[in-house]
């Protein structure tokens, strides 16, 4: 029987010329050997009868022995060979098996291994199939300025030397490394100098992790001066380990002394969304609720919270997290010279679980839940009240204990409509007992009901709507290169709006003088303003449709924030 065979040399080449160019995103030069020389038409000669074809070929093939493997299981192996065992088979099926496992490894991501047949008599119906698997045989960092060499090699295990690359996995790690737009990693492949083998640059285009911001806003609460201002400062490389500190604070430019506070944040990631954060708030506020009397507040906030990636499908990107809240806040009413001090001292937990999902026309949905318990009995503790000793919740709220639950939830979706955008957003929340102040779910300002007050009204349950349609981007300069005014030149973004918000808060055991629910509701037009590409500003006029404690029905307010980015 003539010996089975295939060459594998061209077919090697072919296979490492496509990953390379595949992977390297660069334009392949592709060298053409030269064109055949012309040359005068030969005489025609007579053509001789055609000899009758030999008969195919026919063995039996009982067995195929595969070698050289080390990364496809023997089930995946066994899966793409397997239709192709039989009696009376030809070289065309013994082809058709090779292709088989070849496509079998490219489809678990093992992009340079190839199968070869090797030149064989075929024996007691074995065929062997020979496996070359390409290596990295070289892994190099370039063009890095503020990270580590040798932290990106590490995030990139999968392209380490002497390593079978699965492709799937390094796309998946470099998705990773490239989180942060500080930083991009580029893979560009070679031939290695041996045979079966690669060479790997991962090319670096970096700038300073550092990262500032400033914000001035009107989203004030009642009694309050209308401004405030916020001030962030962000570092996301120390230790050239990716980890992020952050320091913000927040005060009253008009009087400080109203309201002020201070956060610090940081995070340590790890591959797979994994991380941790702590976060420190203290707080510090003194507001002149009527002439003779004042509201102190002091407070701090300590947090611990633990984050789990969970396994991202396509466009899908979601995480688990849990974690506790240690609050003690110290607030105080001065009536004249009386002095009444409500102190709370708790630690609440959290179990949440957010994420986002990119749909095919664009859409984007994302959502927060969150469920949170107060573990009360742990600290049970007992308060001067004023009236004699009292459990520290039942003095800052009657008929709560500390052993609350409530479930929050946050859905927002960005929907394109053509070159318009409609977004949407429900939230809300349901709790299983009264809840002080600082849980409740609070109604009103900038950040959901626009129309009225920071938090002008505040509930147990809550729920809340908002429909906003945005026009596509106005701006002269849109898609423009060379706009022809040097001020256009600098708009990037000019998008108007129109929205209807709406809410209600509902609240367990009202007091003689406390609404049991309370409605908001509020129609208005905005526009956004992004010159620079780091200046945004945001305007809302909003109508309110409905009275609530301070705000009138039919009453306009404007919201503005104007914020920087460095």
């Given at each position: 029987?003539?010996?089975?065979?295939?060459?594998?040399?061209?077919?090697?080449?072919?296979?490492?010329?496509?990953?390379?160019?595949?992977?390297?995103?660069?334009?392949?030069?592709?060298?053409?050997?030269?064109?055949?020389?012309?040359?005068?038409?030969a005489r025609a000669l007579p053509t001789p009868a055609a000899a009758p074809e030999a008969p195919t070929p026919a063995f039996d093939v009982l067995e195929f022995v595969v070698e050289g493997n080390t990364v496809l299981s023997d089930e995946?192996?066994?899966?793409?060979?397997?239709?192709?065992?039989?009696?009376?088979?030809?070289?065309?099926?013994?082809?058709?098996?090779?292709?088989?496992?070849?496509?079998?490894?490219?489809?678990?991501?093992?992009?340079?291994?190839?199968?070869?047949?090797?030149?064989?008599?075929?024996?007691?119906?074995?065929?062997?199939?020979?496996?070359?698997?390409?290596?990295?045989?070289?892994?190099?960092?370039?063009?890095?300025?503020?990270?580590?060499?040798?932290?990106?090699?590490?995030?990139?295990?999968?392209?380490?030397?002497?390593?079978?690359?699965?492709?799937?996995?390094?796309?998946?790690?470099?998705?990773?490394?490239?989180?942060?737009?500080?930083?991009?990693?580029?893979?560009?492949?070679?031939?290695?100098?041996?045979?079966?083998?690669?060479?790997?640059?991962?090319?670096?285009?970096?700038?300073?992790?550092?990262?500032?911001?400033?914000?001035?806003?009107?989203?004030?609460?009642?009694?309050?001066?209308?401004?405030?201002?916020?001030?962030?400062?962000?570092?996301?490389?120390?230790?050239?380990?990716?980890?992020?500190?952050?320091?913000?604070?927040?005060?009253?430019?008009?009087?400080?002394?109203?309201?002020?506070?201070?956060?610090?944040?940081?995070?340590?990631?790890?591959?797979?969304?994994?991380?941790?954060?702590?976060?420190?708030?203290?707080?510090?506020?003194?507001?002149?609720?009527?002439?003779?009397?004042?509201?102190?507040?002091?407070?701090?906030?300590?947090?611990?919270?633990?984050?789990?990636?969970?396994?991202?499908?396509?466009?899908?990107?979601?995480?688990?997290?849990?974690?506790?809240?240690?609050?003690?806040?110290?607030?105080?009413?001065?009536?004249?010279?009386?002095?009444?001090?409500?102190?709370?001292?708790?630690?609440?937990?959290?179990?949440?679980?957010?994420?986002s999902w990119v749909q095919e026309d664009a859409a984007v949905l994302s959502w927060t839940n969150n469920v949170v318990f107060g573990v009360g009995s742990l600290f049970k503790h007992d308060v001067d009240c004023g009236f004699g000793p009292?459990?520290?919740?039942?003095?800052?709220?009657?008929?709560?204990?500390?052993?609350?639950?409530?479930?929050?939830?946050?859905?927002?979706?960005?929907?394109?409509?053509?070159?318009?955008?409609l977004g949407l957003r429900l939230g809300g929340q349901v709790a299983t007992q009264a809840v002080i102040g600082v849980e409740q779910y609070a109604l009103g300002g900038s950040d959901n009901i626009r129309g009225y007050l920071s938090s002008?009204?505040?509930?147990?349950?809550?729920?809340?709507?908002?429909?906003?349609?945005?026009?596509?981007?106005?701006?002269?300069?849109?898609?423009?290169?060379?706009?022809?005014?040097?001020?256009?030149?600098?708009?990037?973004?000019?998008?108007?709006?129109?929205?209807?918000?709406?809410?209600?808060?509902?609240?367990?055991?009202?007091?003689?003088?406390?609404?049991?629910?309370?409605?908001?509701?509020?129609?208005?037009?905005?526009?956004?303003?992004?010159?620079?590409?780091?200046?945004?500003?945001?305007?809302?006029?909003?109508?309110?449709?409905?009275?609530?404690?301070?705000?009138?029905?039919?009453?306009?307010?404007?919201?503005?924030?104007?914020?920087?980015?460095?």
């Amino acid at each position: 029987m003539k010996p089975l065979s295939s060459a594998p040399s061209w077919r090697a080449q072919a296979v490492a010329c496509f990953v390379l160019g595949l992977l390297s995103g660069a334009n392949a030069q592709t060298v053409k050997p030269d064109a055949p020389q012309a040359h005068e038409p030969a005489r025609a000669l007579p053509t001789p009868a055609a000899a009758p074809e030999a008969p195919t070929p026919a063995f039996d093939v009982l067995e195929f022995v595969v070698e050289g493997n080390t990364v496809l299981s023997d089930e995946a192996i066994e899966k793409a060979v397997t239709p192709f065992l039989g009696e009376r088979k030809t070289f065309a099926n013994v082809e058709a098996a090779r292709i088989a496992l070849e496509k079998a490894y490219q489809d678990a991501g093992f992009l340079t291994v190839f199968v070869d047949l090797p030149e064989q008599e075929v024996s007691q119906g074995v065929v062997t199939l020979n496996v070359q698997e390409g290596r990295v045989e070289r892994l190099a960092v370039t063009g890095s300025r503020y990270y580590s060499q040798g932290y990106i090699r590490s995030r990139v295990p999968e392209l380490a030397e002497g390593k079978v690359p699965n492709f799937n996995v390094v796309q998946a790690q470099l998705a990773e490394v490239n989180r942060t737009d500080d930083r991009r990693v580029q893979p560009v492949l070679r031939p290695g100098r041996t045979p079966n083998s690669a060479e790997v640059e991962l090319k670096v285009t970096d700038q300073a992790p550092v990262h500032a911001s400033l914000e001035l806003n009107n989203n004030h609460a009642q009694f309050s001066k209308p401004w405030r201002l916020t001030a962030s400062a962000r570092y996301d490389n120390l230790f050239q380990r990716d980890h992020s500190m952050q320091l913000i604070a927040i005060t009253n430019p008009q009087n400080p002394s109203q309201s002020k506070a201070l956060g610090l944040s940081y995070i340590v990631p790890e591959p797979g969304g994994d991380g941790w954060q702590a976060t420190a708030l203290w707080s510090d506020s003194q507001i002149e609720a009527f002439s003779s009397v004042s509201i102190l507040g002091r407070g701090a906030t300590f947090s611990l919270k633990r984050q789990w990636g969970l396994p991202s499908a396509g466009a899908l990107s979601h995480v688990m997290t849990f974690g506790a809240d240690y609050k003690n806040m110290k607030e105080s009413v001065l009536v004249g010279s009386d002095k009444v001090a409500t102190p709370i001292r708790y630690m609440p937990l959290t179990l949440g679980y957010n994420g986002s999902w990119v749909q095919e026309d664009a859409a984007v949905l994302s959502w927060t839940n969150n469920v949170v318990f107060g573990v009360g009995s742990l600290f049970k503790h007992d308060v001067d009240c004023g009236f004699g000793p009292q459990d520290q919740f039942s003095c800052k709220r009657q008929g709560a204990d500390g052993g609350f639950a409530y479930y929050r939830v946050d859905l927002r979706q960005s929907q394109p409509v053509g070159r318009w955008n409609l977004g949407l957003r429900l939230g809300g929340q349901v709790a299983t007992q009264a809840v002080i102040g600082v849980e409740q779910y609070a109604l009103g300002g900038s950040d959901n009901i626009r129309g009225y007050l920071s938090s002008e009204v505040a509930g147990d349950h809550g729920v809340m709507g908002s429909v906003q349609i945005n026009t596509p981007n106005l701006s002269p300069s849109a898609g423009k290169a060379d706009a022809v005014d040097s001020f256009w030149r600098r708009l990037d973004e000019l998008t108007a709006y129109a929205f209807v918000d709406a809410g209600q808060i509902r609240v367990f055991n009202p007091s003689a003088d406390q609404a049991g629910r309370q409605s908001l509701a509020s129609i208005g037009v905005g526009v956004k303003l992004k010159v620079y590409k780091d200046w945004t500003l945001n305007s809302d006029l909003a109508h309110a449709l409905r009275a609530a404690t301070t705000t009138r029905a039919n009453d306009n307010r404007v919201h503005v924030r104007l914020s920087a980015d460095f």
